[in-house]
């Protein structure tokens, strides 16, 4: 007693107590602390309060036990932790590790948000089963249809082992089924009474514990007793503190109002809490900046908090207690929307701690009592499902709780949470669902327990769904899918609570909108009058309450109580008929409609949800008997009826008035029909009970004469016409026939001024994916009308309601329709009748298999289709179903894309062709005519006939109520047809003169039909056609062989003669006397040859004119050619032309200044040979041996074994090492050419076009001089100058000749003082004049006779000082100060080196056509020709500087260079090189030789290559001592290069002997490495300067280094460069005493500076292997496997929700989103990182939108991905959810366009192709 005395007292009196009287018993002091906790903490809740919190209810949760849950008997856990993880950290009881496999416990894994969860068609029972990655990848899915998702937040669980979700066993070795388990199930659905109940049943009380569980642990009874109570009361306060809360935020709008607002403040404290709720409408900017201005926070803060309502779904951004303020700023954010509520802070704080449990119950789901993982779930379901208790409440206002008792005998906690879970937001809705999922996989009474109570309020559920929640997608409405679906589940709660007859209320009560104060009501209104105009038209959430129902009929069980039970085919009516004809419309006739609206989008909405489970409710009656088949058709017949004839008051009376009959002549005959015009009555698409109706009558085979029989009934004829009369049914039919024939007037044009609406509703009524729902099923119903009753009376009704009947009576003048008008008519009607007569599918209910089969050859019959294609022409049922796949497999081939912008396409297999019907209905007439076409040529290849007859193929149905069918064919009526049809067109064609519109169609459909006859009845039909006579006493047989022989009906003869002969062998004489004499036809074909063979002749003669004026062409074209060849080598005075300006369109030559664009970039491409990877090492042992030869490569798609490829991750995809790069210009030119007059002009036009769109996001920057080409819309900024390569043939001076000759050159020439002055202080030997930042530029071009001629070189010196000036960061070389002489990059090395690096790089892997890689494709002549202009570039420069010398400086430059080279000058005190050779790339001074001095090239190179030698040694010695300390290597067998390298060792220690450290330390790498490997490095890492030299020289002086007849041979590239390039291999170099000199020179030189200074003498080699970006996995999903371990994005440290991945490095950055913003909030993660990784641009995958990014100094675009699906298609944003896997080709695009540098120009030209106000809202 006194326990209880204590809790009255603590709920009674929380302040007084003082804390010296804190309660002892843990539960109580539980409830003290939270009771004392909103006032003592002043209502702030902070991460200390939560952390209290949990404390204390775990504490209250396991008392004295806490060893039973964590392994040290004293511990307790750590603040702010919660026991699962911690649990899982310290690998508790197995906690932690994976769960042991026990046989039929599911797998339960609950998605967390990001996480990739699978779907297998094959296996699964429906869309709802998924699998986690883990069940996925453990089981067998190949072959089947697969596809993948990302979960979008968290919730859903795995449904392995779960065996009602899957059709067969997916076997799982983690989840094995067990036998006791399916027994259960069975049981439960054979358990279903013989009649659902109307009234609720109670739920059953105890659930058992789930047995048959083998880790239990015993447990003593006091603890599972404070484990309940404590979970008992943590329930029961959430449940108290929603009491209180609203159900959806509004704002009161005055004080005295806010005051009143229920709440369960025992103080009624004036401290209120300002609380906004997440939506998706508003950016996080705007609600910043509302936060910002409201409450005066500062931005961070205020950014914090949005962020926080983003993620939890709510945030409190202010408490205080001046009430007028919060008002005012709450009414603020309720202007835009916002939601906002304002409550009293202690309700706000409670809610919190409510967060807060909700979190640890959450925990406890996945925690465990020992080993024993259920029992804490099994407790918590125990408290969930027993009724809450409740705390008396004495000092509040009261809140409006909802009276649960009137649903519910018992209500539970759970159905108070389900009911208060909109009060909740995002955070604690989903960690619900959570839990709740958490105990619905304990076992299948679990599972039927919560279903029921869901079932039992989900009215509730669904009125707050529909009407109330602000966040629908956390909604628990949405729980719906995971208990509906399962069978056992949906019969149990069918039967037992009637949901099906409730939720088929919610629908009607909502449309008819019978709703008040936000709920639906649930009793009937009296009148169910629909506005489509009303909000619930409006409302897009009503979708899913269709879908659940259509769950619910979709199991197998439930349908079978569909059919059993007449009460819901009677409910189901009732819903049907409310929707029946709305939103009907009428012709305008006069004037265009004013007012377009939109309604009917709505409309369509709902009635195609409606419809789709009509289709599910038909197909339930397969599983009925024919007497419950025939009570549910006379059911809907007689409801039909009723809302038809106006007897009840569904249909509007000012719109329709009771059908009546009107007697119709036609024929012989009279017949009484429904008078009806469609012109002028009201009509509306949707006839829902009709649809319901053609489902039905599609059981053809109960509806079969035999079974019919047995229950009394003769037939399909006598079921309706004994109990309605001929008139009802005429009615009936009228309304579907009604539609019919409007939508003829629609497509013919009679209704164009009812505007836009009516064509969206037949679109949409005919849309492929939607046909089958509507379309179809009117067309069905018309079909069984044929069999019910006489076929003449329906043929003319069809007349009548399409206005032809005058037309077919022969008197077209009465016609209500004029000319093209009344021909289209005639073609829809006969279009409608071919389809009634022809189309069997339905009269013979065709397996859904081959109707897939069916659709899909017709499909692909007019030419190949891509699979999206595909899916739209088909309806959406077929393209979801399980086997649409396979059958496409077996009737089409699969044709994978090859190049980079092709998707894959399905072509039909040649043998299916045979299936083809071109007059099936789904067919326009467009389509029909191309696959006629098709098909008669695949005849004519077959059968050699000129001109074949496709004969319609014969019905075949051979047993059901359609048997009959066919004898309508026989009908007078439809004979009357065909003749006037004919008779008619004739008739007009006649009096025109010409063929007038449609006839060709009409013609074709009336020669279908009459085929059809003579297949199906060729006696009967061949006889009346014969007899009867209509006008002028012609029969059909006449005027058709009047045809015969008429020249304009041609196209005719070959059907005609058909039926003319099928006719004969019927009835000979009736043919014989209309038809011409035969021997004329004998005479004709021969007048054809004749003709023919005229023709022929002539061609012949035409052909054989034209070879020889071609022949003489091209003769006078080669002696000119020749001639020209000639001239140029006498005289070289005439100007030479280079081809035409691309603006003014005039020959380009020396007259007048041009040059090439082109365009200059800063560069990040090239690499450095990274010294801290082993990896690196590895890569060059395995290199090809030649860079020249293409590798082969896997291009098969999709690539086959990718799972077993995918399997190895590695850290950033592979990516380079920021790091490792050398920073540079690189130039490219487009190959266009424009003069330098033109190129100021349109320059100039393009700051008028940025001026005058001064918003528009421009492609370039005029800042950087930018331009587009105007032609190809490549970017550039730069002229270049054009000039032809020297044609200077090799020397023939021996090297060492030469070598000589130079050295006493420069002994002869006078000591140079402004030369020597021009060089580098720092004794490097580089010219200040080709320096980017050199002042002595401007004073030079500042003499005005060098300003016009410098006007070119300007605009490249220009680019290259405004990159070098802001990248001094980026550069390692020594330079002058700005301001000083050679300040900035050194031309020669940083853009012409550069760039001539880049294109070989470029080349690499690529195949050269047989020669080396300066013959390759990829280097083409622009190129070179650029090379040339960077090179005419430097010389100028020099000329500039040295200005009044005779050569332009040439010849001091020259000597320079020599001086520079040969090492007796270098060390001698005349010069001050004191900078060792070998610490300059040895390929700068090439590049220097050819800009000055091109006729030496050949001998310098070969010094510059035994530098590069030298040098590559101590590079290598720097590398191989980092790696050496790493690494141990296996030794490679034998050398392969000896041919080469000879004495490798040798070398390798002469270089190095200058020095005694370096020597020591090289002596211990080569000891480490051996010969052989070191040899294979020297290969490797020398062999990039041979290509780029061969690029160079190539360029320069082509015709002194022709390819020797080794480059074409299949020797290694490194013996074909030498060989061209006249290069002695080292193995010569003992014979070379002139090179030994300079290299002893060279390196004592580099010795003994190495042994002064140690400092700066380090040499960095170049990467030399193939280039190669991120390496991504090959399928798509295998991203996400892992995505927390490789996708984490390193600001912030966590898993982005958008990734973007660096395809250069391989780094993960955050994509459009706020964390990783820079200061400023203007760049986001992908801009900074460009600026760290690739300098200027940057290419990244985006994993979410599954596209490439391409940046570019801020500009952007998105490009294609380069992951495709199955279907070879590309899939944005895993729209279509398929595995995607890599495409080789598309997959090298994105690496050749990042080594070519084309990403400016791809951003440029996407920015140039689309006009926008800027920004990246609009990419």
Not at 489 to 518: C, G, P, Y
Not at 919 to 942: A, M, S
Request: net charge negative; charged share 20%.
């Amino acid at each position: 007693m006194s326990s209880f005395i204590s809790l009255f007292n603590a709920s009674r009196h929380p302040v007084t107590m003082s804390p010296r009287d804190r309660p002892s018993d843990p539960l109580s002091r539980l409830r003290y602390a939270l009771e004392t906790m909103p006032s003592s903490r002043k209502y702030i809740f902070s991460p200390a309060t939560r952390a209290e919190v949990l404390s204390e209810l775990y504490d209250a949760f396991w008392g004295p036990y806490s060893h039973l849950f964590l392994p040290l008997s004293n511990s307790s856990l750590p603040m702010h932790a919660t026991l699962s993880n911690v649990q899982a950290d310290l690998g508790f009881a197995g906690a932690g590790s994976e769960d042991p496999i026990i046989p039929g416990r599911p797998c339960g894994h609950i998605f967390s948000k990001g996480e990739s969860c699978f779907r297998c068609k094959d296996c699964a029972l429906d869309d709802s089963c998924v699998l986690c990655s883990r069940c996925f990848h453990s089981s067998d899915h190949s072959d089947h249809n697969v596809s993948f998702f990302v979960a979008q937040q968290a919730g859903g669980c795995c449904d392995c082992g779960d065996i009602e979700a899957w059709r067969k066993p997916i076997s799982c070795p983690f989840h094995p089924l067990a036998p006791h388990i399916q027994a259960q199930i069975e049981q439960s659905l054979s358990a279903v009474d013989s009649t659902p109940r109307a009234v609720q049943r109670s739920i059953s009380e105890e659930i058992p514990f789930v047995e048959n569980y083998p880790y239990r642990v015993a447990i003593p009874p006091d603890l599972r007793d404070l484990m309940s109570r404590t979970i008992a009361y943590a329930l029961d306060f959430i449940l108290d503190t929603l009491d209180y809360s609203p159900d959806e935020a509004t704002v009161p709008s005055h004080e005295a109002d806010l005051r009143l607002q229920p709440s369960a403040d025992p103080m009624q404290k004036d401290q209120y809490a300002i609380i906004v709720w997440n939506d998706d409408k508003h950016s996080f900017d705007e609600v910043i900046k509302l936060i910002c201005e409201t409450t005066g926070h500062d931005k961070k803060t205020a950014s914090i908090m949005a962020h926080s309502i983003d993620d939890a779904g709510r945030e409190i951004i202010d408490i205080n207690g001046d009430v007028p303020r919060l008002l005012e700023a709450a009414h603020l954010m309720t202007k835009i929307e916002l939601g906002v509520t304002i409550r009293r802070a202690y309700d706000t704080f409670r809610e919190q701690v409510a967060c807060v449990i909700i979190e640890w119950l959450l925990d406890l789901t996945r925690s465990r009592l020992g080993a024993d993982t259920l029992i804490i779930k099994e407790i918590i379901a125990v408290e969930l499902l027993s009724p809450r208790r409740r705390e008396n409440t004495f000092f509040t206002s009261g809140p409006q709780i909802p009276n649960l008792a009137e649903d519910l005998a018992r209500p539970c906690r759970i159905d108070w949470l389900f009911v208060y879970h909109t009060r909740l937001w995002k955070k604690p809705r989903i960690h619900l669902k959570a839990i709740y999922a958490s105990i619905l996989t304990l076992s299948h009474p679990h599972k039927i327990a919560i279903a029921s109570h869901f079932a039992s309020i989900y009215h509730r559920v669904a009125d707050a769904y529909l009407l109330v929640d602000r966040e629908a997608e956390t909604s628990i409405k949405y729980f719906a899918l995971q208990l509906f679906t399962a069978p056992s589940v949906a019969l149990h709660i069918v039967s037992q609570h009637d949901l099906m007859t409730r939720l088929l209320d919610i629908i009607v009560n909502f449309f008819t909108n019978h709703i008040e104060d936000k709920h639906i009501l649930t009793t009937s209104p009296a009148k169910q009058d629909i506005d489509v105009d009303s909000p619930p038209f409006r409302s897009k959430r009503f979708m899913p309450v269709f879908s659940d129902l259509r769950y619910l009929c979709h199991n197998r069980p439930v349908q079978q109580l569909i059919a059993r039970h007449p009460a819901f085919i009677r409910k189901f009516v009732k819903v049907c008929q409310v929707f029946m004809c709305i939103n009907a419309n009428k012709r305008v006739a006069s004037s265009h409609v004013e007012y377009e609206t939109d309604v009917w989008i709505s409309v369509f909405n709902v009635t195609l949800s409606l419809s789709r489970v009509i289709k599910v409710y038909g197909e339930a009656f397969a599983f009925a008997t024919p007497t419950q088949l025939v009570g549910a058709i006379t059911t809907v017949v007689r409801e039909i009826l009723a809302v038809c004839t106006l007897s009840t008051d569904r249909l509007d009376k000012e719109k329709f008035s009771k059908p009546m009959l009107h007697e119709v002549e036609f024929g012989d005959a009279q017949y009484q029909i429904v008078d009806f015009n469609v012109l002028e009555g009201w009509v509306s698409f949707h006839h829902s009970l009709h649809w319901l109706l053609a489902d039905l009558l599609k059981h053809v085979d109960i509806l079969s004469e035999e079974s019919l029989k047995q229950i009394g009934v003769s037939g399909v004829r006598d079921l309706f016409l004994r109990p309605f009369n001929e008139g009802a049914i005429l009615t009936l039919i009228d309304f579907p026939l009604r539609v019919l024939a409007m939508i003829a007037q629609i497509r013919a044009g009679l209704w164009v001024r009812n505007g836009f609406p009516i064509r969206g509703q037949l679109l949409h009524y005919r849309d492929f994916m939607l046909r089958e729902l509507c379309y179809d099923q009117d067309l069905f119903i018309l079909q069984s009308s044929l069999i019910i009753l006489d076929p003449n009376i329906i043929i003319v009704s069809i007349l009548d309601r399409f206005g032809l009947l005058s037309f077919f009576r022969g008197e077209v003048e009465k016609s209500p329709y004029e000319g093209a008008h009344l021909l289209s008519m005639v073609e829809e009607l006969l279009y409608v009748l071919i389809t009634i007569l022809g189309e069997r599918a339905s009269a013979t209910k065709l397996p859904f298999q081959r109707a897939i089969r069916r659709e899909i050859v017709h499909a692909l019959a007019a030419g190949p289709s891509s699979f999206t294609d595909l899916a739209k022409r088909v309806s959406e049922r077929m393209a979801d179903d399980v086997s649409f796949e396979r059958v496409l497999k077996d009737v089409s081939h699969f044709r994978a894309p090859e190049s980079t912008s092709d998707t894959g396409v399905y072509e039909l297999k040649d043998e299916a062709y045979d299936e083809v019907d071109p007059f099936t209905f789904h067919y326009t007439r467009n389509k029909r005519e191309e696959v006629e076409v098709i098909l008669k040529n695949r005849l004519r290849k077959k059968t050699g006939v000129k001109d074949p007859v496709i004969v319609p193929k014969p019905l075949t149905i051979t047993s059901g109520p359609f048997s009959i069918l066919p004898s309508v064919l026989e009908s007078e009526a439809l004979l009357q047809v065909m003749f006037y049809a004919i008779y008619n067109v004739i008739a007009l064609t006649n009096s025109a003169g010409t063929a007038p519109p449609s006839a060709e169609a009409i013609l074709d459909q009336t020669f279908q039909l009459i085929m059809l006859a003579l297949v199906e009845r060729p006696s009967v039909f061949s006889h009346v056609s014969v007899i009867k006579p209509f006008a002028e006493e012609k029969k059909l047989a006449d005027i058709i062989c009047a045809m015969e022989h008429d020249e304009k009906y041609k196209p005719y003869k070959s059907r005609i003669d058909w039926v003319l002969t099928e006719i004969s062998k019927h009835v000979p004489e009736g043919v014989q006397p209309p038809r011409k004499i035969l021997s004329l036809a004998v005479l004709a074909p021969d007048v054809e040859g004749v003709k023919k063979r005229a023709a022929k002749a002539r061609q012949e003669a035409i052909m054989a004119e034209m070879k020889a004026q071609q022949a003489s062409f091209s003769l006078n074209f080669e002696e000119e050619e020749e001639e020209n060849d000639q001239d140029m080598d006498e005289t070289s005075d005439e100007l030479s032309s280079y081809g035409t300006c691309i603006v003014c369109q005039e020959d380009l030559n020396e007259a007048k200044a041009f040059g090439s664009l082109g365009l200059v970039q800063p560069s990040r491409l090239l690499r450095k040979h990274p010294d801290s990877h082993s990896q690196y090492l590895n890569e060059l042992m395995t290199m090809p041996q030649s860079l020249d030869r293409a590798s082969p490569r896997d291009t098969t798609f999709p690539p086959a074994n990718a799972e077993e490829l995918d399997n190895t991750s590695s850290p950033n995809f592979d990516g380079f090492p920021t790091q490792y790069t050398r920073f540079g210009l690189h130039a490219s030119v487009c190959g266009h050419m424009m003069h330098l007059d033109c190129f100021q002009v349109y320059n100039s036009s393009i700051r008028q076009r940025h001026r005058s769109h001064a918003t528009r996001n421009h492609p370039e920057n005029i800042q950087r001089k930018e331009y587009i080409c105007p032609l190809c819309k490549s970017l550039g900024n730069v002229l270049l100058p054009v000039l032809h390569p020297s044609n200077a043939p090799a020397s023939q001076t021996p090297f060492p000749d030469w070598i000589r000759a130079a050295g006493i050159s420069v002994l002869k020439s006078k000591p140079d003082s402004v030369m020597d002055s021009l060089q580098f202080r720092s004794g490097t030997g580089e010219f200040v004049f080709w320096s980017a930042q050199d002042p002595g530029y401007g004073a030079a071009v500042r003499k005005p006779e060098a300003v016009t001629s410098t006007k070119m070189l300007d605009t490249l010196m220009l680019s290259s000082r405004l990159v070098s000036q802001q990248t001094r960061h980026l550069r390692e070389r020594p330079e002058p100060e700005v301001g000083e002489r050679g300040a900035g990059m050194y031309l020669p090395e940083d853009l012409v080196g550069y760039t001539i690096s880049a294109i070989e790089v470029a080349a690499r892997g690529t195949d050269s056509s047989g020669g080396i890689v300066a013959d390759s494709l990829s280097l083409s002549d622009t190129q070179s020709r650029m090379i040339r202009g960077l090179l005419a570039s430097l010389t100028r420069l020099a000329a500039l500087e040295l200005d009044g010398r005779p050569d332009g400086g040439r010849e001091s430059v020259k000597q320079a260079i020599i001086k520079r080279l040969l090492p007796e000058w270098s060390r001698t005190s005349l010069t001050s090189f004191s900078y060792p050779l070998l610490l300059r790339d040895p390929f700068t001074v090439l590049i220097e030789t050819a800009a000055v001095a091109p006729e030496m090239l050949q001998h310098v190179l070969i010094l510059c290559y035994y530098a590069c030698l030298a040098r590559t040694v101590i590079g290598m010695v720097y590398v191989l001592n980092k790696a050496r300390t790493y690494s141990a290597f296996q030794q490679p067998a034998v050398r392969a290069h000896a041919d080469i390298f000879g004495d490798v060792r040798m070398f390798f220690m002469s270089v190095v002997r200058h020095s005694p450290v370096f020597e020591h330390t090289a002596t211990l790498v080569f000891d480490a490495f051996g010969e052989a490997r070191i040899e294979k490095m020297l290969y490797a890492f020398t062999l990039p300067f041979l290509r780029r030299a061969a690029i160079l020289c190539r360029s320069v002086v082509p015709l002194t280094f022709p390819t020797s007849l080794l480059g074409a041979s299949n020797v290694n590239e490194y013996k074909r460069l030498l060989a061209t390039l006249g290069i002695p291999p080292l193995a010569d170099l003992p014979n070379q005493d002139t090179l030994q000199n300079a290299l002893s020179g060279w390196c004592a030189h580099y010795g003994h500076s190495h042994a002064a200074s140690q400092l700066n003498c380090g040499v960095v080699l170049d990467y030399a292997a193939v280039y190669g970006i991120a390496r991504l996995p090959l399928i798509l999903d295998n991203l996400f496997g892992e995505r927390d371990k490789v996708m984490k994005c390193h600001r912030c440290n966590t898993v982005p929700t958008d990734a973007a991945i660096c395809l250069i490095c391989g780094v993960t950055c955050c994509m459009a989103s706020h964390c990783c913003q820079d200061e400023l909030g203007i760049r986001g993660e992908c801009n900074m990182h460009t600026r760290e990784c690739g300098g200027a641009i940057g290419v990244y995958f985006v994993v979410k939108r599954c596209s490439l990014l391409y940046l570019y100094a801020g500009h952007g675009t998105f490009a294609q991905s380069p992951y495709l699906d199955v279907h070879g298609e590309v899939d944005v944003s895993m729209r279509r959810g398929r595995r995607q896997y890599i495409h080789p080709a598309r997959w090298e695009e994105v690496r050749k366009t990042w080594l070519n540098h084309g990403i400016p120009t791809a951003v440029a030209r996407k920015l140039e192709s689309t006009v926008d106000s800027g920004g990246w809202e609009t990419l």
